[in-house]
């Protein structure tokens, strides 16, 4: 792949600037999508209240000219009355029953307390107050208004907060000194001790840049609200004939909607829901809190990443829903009966005027105008609701309700001039002029005040992108009436930062944003090859190219901890590999720059450097020491998780150190050189892969997802794996149905289970809260399959037992590269289905205690995933069940026959189980190659049969042909003519279309990843491998402690079977030969010189001289005369530079006497015995057992040894140079003496074998090993070679570099106790533990045996047994099958669509704050 980041390429530079365009056009669109709906709803809902209430209106007025009552005209008005109360009740109907979900009787209700006894009283007195307004200004005031006075009149719910804004510029103003400012909106309460500049806004700031123009607009709002009121109240005067009526309206008009612009400003609705003390288990946030450090911070203090307190909102509403649903009827019977018709008329038709139920019978025009305000209220409330969750609140939003009035003026003015060709009924036209013009400036006058009062902030306001609606609007709530004057006054603004633009800077900044976050990407590296190494460094590269290009003041950081990458304070094969890409992918010179361009410093854990990227993120190599500190995965996690959370975070370090030793190179203009205030709450961890390739904009939604809400403590993205054959088409479509179907599943039912360590965003304060437990050592097999098979997944169980909730964003893509050969992905899979397991286990055996610590875990969700387990589990009877249903719809096969078939299989199975416990893995592997392969014919046939059961059955369409059918039975079989009408299609069949329509519908809901499912037809063929084969040699191997993957160079030589074979029976002869050879010389001693030795092809070399947990023993030194021999050493003094032999055994309690025996066979220095097994112990006469346990063990910690380039390559060196990297120099006199001392000389060792080493003398063990081996990787130099062995030289070069502070806390983490520490294991808890996995892997083995021998049984009892008093004969397995998978699927495709909506919303969110 070629590096990407943002070179000056042509065609490159063509296709990015097409992509944006394209972009910006769907933003367009987007926007005037988003502006088109919300303004139509608005309108609509504006327009259809008006209409209902101008049809009410001449309703009454026909029954007052009505000489008698009519009842048709009485029906016709109660029938107006129950429409305009449903339209007040159904937004209190929506907000009761949102309430009660959410905030009562939901998971989450916990978090939401009580509200206090005052807040309570509060909220009683306003909903009184707001449903006798209401309902006055709907059936009273509006009536009696012409209709398009009515629509302007509307707007004077303003005059309160108007006030309140006044009031609360003023006391700003003259604030003095130290001074207490509540914000309106209850989120800031600051301290008395606190600085006056950022308490209050004194008259310096006011005045400044936008000062003037905040204090007119407030004063104005306010002259125009109350102006205008009094332009409306004489516009009644002209209106109504009567002083009376002049009287009660106008007065009626000024009371309601100065009542209702009190009842819903902000300062009454915060007083409403003010929070009583919670209890001890109401809230997990409280707990999170109380964990942290801070000290420093202020809680009440404005700051989006805090995480949001908790609030009364849901329950208040809740209380006061209820009493304004129990009210609104009462009140609107009164207000209509005895104020708007004098008594004429009873809305309840108690009496005989009026039928109840023809109140009811609504048809044509009134009850599609009914609707359409229903409707359209609901969805206008929604679509800004997703408007402001999208951060386009200026379209979606504030557009829209400013043009509201202005457009339903309009309209009805238009409609009003055509009245009998529009379904819609307005009052006719007034004939009074001045009147109408009165209203029309006051209506004016109204538009203008609505707007300075609340559009200013309105269009300011932005909220996080995924906001939550507690972050966007102070209750959970609309009004079908005033739906747009109620969303403007509802919307959540903090009126302090709109009029200055200095408070509080540490946590909101002049754009109305978050503070600065701080994110490391934390990378764990082992032995990738340059191509993932290139994909990670060129992901990087690109992420530091787009913080440049952003110039925002997020600050990020790179670092990359590699396992075994150094050797004391020399640098590994792989760390030179890594640094020669440097140049290449990020753009940095490593072979020229400067020693002070980078760091160096030696640490206790091994060797830190550090560079610099683009001018805009720093990066940093971790180079692990395996005898200083814990080797694999979880322990580089457990480092860079104490690093950045005690160490960097905790100190409060976030600024770069300077470059150069003597504060050289400082770079004012970088932006991560500025102090950036770090905690738990804007400080992330990016985790991911060696291999992993990624785009900026995946990692910033991911922080999009975190960022809208607190109680999300993971997010991962969608991985799509790379590679090519066999096994990547099966991963392709195995990694689009888990993401589609299960990762969608769970984040929608309840949690995410797994954010892959691959690439995922962790919250500081999340991990903080397990990060104790999680660097526990394992002391049980089950805590072992837990912690070590599957880190990841057991990090995620903890947080989620923590509270925490993890969540899964579609849109954050991101590569991986997958097995692409059958043993690595086996053994992948046998670490992930096992730590799976164990960890659902764990979820659904402790689940009272999941769901009392987690609002997001339900009893449900549990119940979900036991399901999933136990379709796992059944998984081999179910596939040996489908492959018998496919042959007998193939062949006409007779039910004994389908009974063999499922013998056969079962027998096969538990064969292949039996198999795995007692044969070598390299058998157990080949044997599932093969398996696969005939089962992959297998499922062929079983296609093929479905298939023409299924053509069969559409073709006859309710006509089923018994002979063909799994039903028939060899009776059946006779008449072949005969014909049973059954179901249209059978249940096999169902199930088969099923699964296919789900799958096309969901390809077409992921239309990127429709290719995807092209790959299904090989996961078909491929279902026996991967759940028979598969589970059962997972499920055999749980003792299996080996990683599995990137363990040693050895798989490559591994390779096939036949290879494995060979090799076995070779070491067999050998041994067969060195036992002659024995007998020979003990029969003719005195003939011992005359012995040829041995001749040895390279295959044996290697097999010797191969490393790791498979190592095989070295048998050819048998003859202790031969393998002790010194005469020919001509220095060994050479050999014992650097003995740390009889230290390294002191330390570890192993007897001195070993270091003689040791010595004698050529392993002087440690970098010999690092890997050597107990066949080589024995081989050198060590026949102690216990000792001999004890040197493999300790020998296997150490590191290998390291062939570097100048071991390697030809032309490099000469041969002196060569046998000093090998640490061998003390036999640089007998290869000269053999003629090769030169360069050219080394390129003729490669012909060398063991025999002509014996013939130069050389016999010790490990010098023949050493030799041997450094002789077959003896190669010529690559030009990637070539490069690594540059950087070498290079890096050799750079001084070393002190930073006290990092190395003091580093010491402090691997001091004796700390988990990091490598300690050497005891020899009776090792064989403990693997005692206690090999009693779980056979307790496994039993249930998993028991499991599906039941589960067959039942099934075939009920497919082949008629049950009569069920009358279900021979359907009943099918049904029960069906019942088990076909619920799984159908719960994740719903969820799914779900999951897509919201996926939706994000992705067009993110284009427009990408662009």
Request: hydrophobic share 45%; glycine share 4%; net charge neutral.
């Amino acid at each position: 792949m070629s590096t990407k980041g943002y070179p000056d390429n042509g065609a490159e530079s063509h296709s990015t600037q097409c992509k944006t365009l394209c972009l910006k056009i769907i933003q367009v669109l987007v926007k005037v999508l988003l502006f088109s709906i919300v303004a139509t709803c608005a309108v609509l809902s504006k327009l259809s209240l008006i209409s209902l209430v101008s049809r009410l209106n001449e309703t009454i007025d026909d029954i007052r000219r009505a000489s008698d009552s009519e009842a048709t005209l009485h029906n016709r008005a109660a029938s107006f009355f129950w429409q305009l109360l449903f339209i007040i009740l159904i937004p209190q109907f929506v907000t009761f029953f949102r309430a009660l979900l959410f905030g009562v009787c939901g998971k989450q209700s916990r978090l939401f307390p009580w509200p206090t006894p005052k807040a309570i009283v509060v909220g009683a007195v306003a909903s009184v107050f707001e449903v006798v307004a209401m309902t006055t200004v709907v059936f009273y005031v509006l009536p009696r208004l012409h209709s398009i006075v009515a629509i302007l009149a509307l707007g004077g719910v303003f005059g309160a907060q108007a006030i309140l804004d006044c009031l609360e510029w003023c006391s700003c103003c003259v604030c003095k000194g130290y001074h207490k400012v509540d914000n309106w909106n209850g989120n800031i309460n600051f301290n008395e001790k606190e600085d006056q500049t950022s308490n209050c806004l004194t008259e310096d700031c006011v005045e400044g840049k936008s000062g003037a123009w905040n204090k007119f607009s407030r004063i104005i709002a306010m002259f125009l609200q109350f102006v205008s009121v009094i332009l409306l109240n004489i516009y009644a005067s002209l209106l109504q004939s009567g002083p009376k009526d002049q009287f009660l309206v106008g007065f009626a008009m000024t009371l309601s909607l100065l009542s209702l612009s009190v009842v819903w400003s902000s300062k009454v609705q915060q007083e409403s829901q003010k929070m009583a003390k919670m209890t001890q288990s109401s809230n997990v946030t409280r707990t999170r809190s109380a964990n942290t450090n801070e000290k420093n911070q202020k809680p009440n203090v404005i700051n989006e990443k805090e995480p949001i307190l908790p609030t009364a909102r849901f329950k208040a509403n809740f209380i006061n829903a209820i009493l304004r649903i129990i009210l609104y009827p009462f009140i609107s019977y009164v207000i209509f009966r005895y104020v708007f018709t004098n008594g004429s008329i009873d809305p309840w038709c108690l009496h005989q005027t009026c039928s109840l139920t023809k109140s009811f019978q609504w048809k044509g025009q009134e009850l599609a105008i009914f609707l359409i305000q229903i409707l359209s209220s609901f969805f206008g409330y929604t679509f800004m609701w997703i408007s402001c969750t999208m951060v386009l609140h200026r379209w979606g939003l504030a557009l829209p309700l400013y043009l509201c009035t202005p457009i339903s003026f309009a309209v009805c003015a238009i409609i009003q001039a055509h009245q009998d060709s529009s379904s819609f009924y307005f009052s006719k036209a007034y004939s009074d002029p001045v009147a109408l013009g009165v209203a029309i400036v006051a209506g004016a006058m109204l538009w203008i005040g609505q707007i300075l009062t609340m559009g200013v902030f309105v269009w300011k306001k932005k909220n996080l992108i995924l906001a939550k609606d507690v972050a966007m609007f102070l209750t959970p709530c609309y009004d079908g009436v005033f739906l747009e004057q109620h969303t403007m006054l509802n919307r959540k603004v903090e009126r302090r930062e709109m009029w200055h633009e200095t408070v509080t800077p540490t946590f909101v900044n002049n754009n109305d944003e978050c503070r600065p976050r701080t994110v490391f990407i934390c990378s764990t590296m082992y032995m990738e090859d340059r191509e993932e190494m290139r994909c990670l460094l060129s992901s990087i590269y690109q992420l530091a190219c787009h913080c440049k290009e952003k110039k925002n003041d997020d600050h990020f950081e790179s670092h990359i901890f590699l396992d075994g990458g150094a050797n004391e304070t020399q640098l590994t094969y792989f760390a030179l590999q890594l640094f020669s890409l440097f140049e290449e992918t990020l753009h940095v010179d490593a072979l020229h720059l400067e020693p002070k361009a980078f760091h160096r410093i030696n640490t206790p854990y091994g060797i830190q450097l550090s560079w610099e990227i683009a001018e805009a993120m720093p990066i940093y190599v971790h180079l692990k020491d395996s005898a200083k500190v814990k080797k694999k995965k979880r322990w580089s996690q457990v480092m860079y998780m104490n690093y950045v959370l005690n160490f960097r975070v905790k100190e409060n370090i976030s600024k770069l150190r300077n470059w150069g030793v003597q504060g050289e190179r400082q770079r004012a203009t970088a932006p991560y050189n500025k102090e950036i205030k770090m905690d738990d709450d804007n400080t992330f961890i990016l985790t991911t892969d060696a291999d992993i390739e990624f785009t900026p904009e995946a990692a910033t939604v991911l922080l999009d997802v975190l960022d809208s809400d607190p109680q999300v403590g993971a997010a991962c993205g969608r991985t799509h794996p790379k590679g090519s054959g066999l096994l990547y088409w099966y991963q392709v479509f195995d990694y689009a149905i888990g993401h589609w179907f299960q990762k969608s599943a769970e984040d929608i039912l309840g949690t995410v289970l797994c954010c892959p360590g691959c690439f995922s965003v962790f919250r500081c304060r999340a991990l903080r809260s397990v990060l104790d437990t999680y660097s526990t050592e394992v002391t049980s097999a089950s805590e072992f399959l837990t912690k070590d098979m599957g880190e990841d997944r057991w990090l995620c169980t903890l947080l989620v037992e923590n509270g925490w909730k993890l969540q899964y964003c579609a849109i954050s893509e991101n590569y991986t590269n997958c097995p692409e050969t059958f043993n690595e992905f086996f053994k992948q899979r046998r670490r992930w289905i096992s730590s799976t397991i164990a960890n659902l286990s764990l979820l659904i055996t402790q689940a009272s205690r999941f769901t009392k610590q987690n609002e997001n875990v339900s009893i449900i969700f549990v119940l979900f995933q036991g399901i999933l387990v136990f379709s796992t589990a059944i998984s081999p009877a179910t596939i040996i069940l489908v492959i018998a249903s496919g042959f007998s719809s193939a062949f006409i096969v007779s039910h004994s026959s389908i009974l063999a078939i499922i013998i056969i299989l079962s027998f096969l199975s538990i064969a292949y189980g039996i198999f795995c416990l007692y044969g070598n893995h390299w058998h157990q592997l080949d044997m599932a190659k093969f398996a696969s392969v005939l089962f992959a014919i297998t499922m062929g046939v079983v296609f093929v049969g479905n298939f023409k059961n299924l053509l069969y059955d559409f073709i006859t369409f309710g006509k089923h042909y018994l002979p063909c059918s799994i039903n028939a039975t060899s009776e059946m079989c006779t008449s072949q003519n005969k014909a049973e009408f059954l179901f249209p299609i059978t249940f096999p069949n169902m199930y088969l279309v099923l699964f296919t329509v789900l799958f096309i519908t969901s390809g077409l809901f992921h239309l990127n990843e429709f290719s995807c499912l092209f790959y299904g037809v090989w996961y078909f063929l491929a279902l026996p491998s991967g759940y028979l084969i598969l589970l059962i040699y997972s499920i055999a191997n749980l003792d299996d402690r080996s990683w599995g993957t990137r363990e040693s160079s050895t798989e490559a030589f591994q390779g096939g079977g036949f290879e494995k074979i060979k090799c076995l029976l070779l070491n067999v002869w050998q041994k067969a030969q060195s036992c002659f050879k024995l007998g020979v010389q003990k029969q003719n001693p005195v003939e011992e010189n005359k012995q040829p030795a041995p001749s040895y092809d390279a295959a044996t070399a290697l097999s010797d001289y191969t490393d790791g947990r498979e190592q095989q023993p070295l048998t050819d030194f048998t003859d202790e005369a031969v393998s002790t021999k010194y005469s020919n050493i001509v220095n060994e003094a050479a050999f014992r530079l650097t003995v740390k032999l009889r230290e390294w055994l002191n330390n570890n309690d192993i007897l001195p006497e070993y270091a003689e025996v040791l010595e004698q066979h050529g392993y002087f220095n440690l970098s010999f015995i690092a890997g050597l097994n107990i066949e080589d112990f024995e081989a050198m006469k060590l026949k102690d057992r216990g000792h001999v346990l004890r040197l493999k063990r300790c020998a296997q910690k150490l590191a290998p040894f390291n062939f570097a380039i100048d071991q390697t390559c030809l032309g490099l060196c000469d041969v002196g140079t060569w046998l000093n990297s090998l640490e061998l120099q003390g036999y640089q006199q007998l290869f000269e003496a053999a003629g090769y001392k030169t360069r050219d000389d080394l390129e003729n060792l490669v012909e060398l074998k063991r025999m002509h080493l014996q013939k130069m003398g050389i016999y010790k063990r490990a010098h023949l090993q050493r030799l041997l081996e450094g002789i077959s990787k003896l190669t010529y130099l690559t030009e990637e070679e070539m490069r690594v062995h540059q950087t070498r030289s290079m890096l050799e070069k750079v001084p070393d570099t002190d930073n006290n502070d990092e190395c003091l806390y580093w010491a402090e983490m691997l001091d004796v106790g700390k988990p990091l520490r490598p300690l050497a294991a005891s020899f009776k808890s090792e064989s403990e533990l693997k005692k206690g996995m090999r009693s779980l892997r056979n307790i496994s083995l039993v249930l998993l045996l028991l499991i599906n021998m039941m589960w067959i049984v039942l099934l075939y009892t009920l497919q082949f047994q008629e049950l009569q008093k069920f009358n279900l004969p021979t359907k009943a397995a099918e049904i029960l099958f069906l019942a088990v998978y076909a619920f799984i699927v159908t719960v994740q495709f719903c969820t799914m669509i779900v999951h897509r909506g919201f996926t939706l919303i994000h992705y067009l969110a993110h284009i427009d704050s990408k662009l």
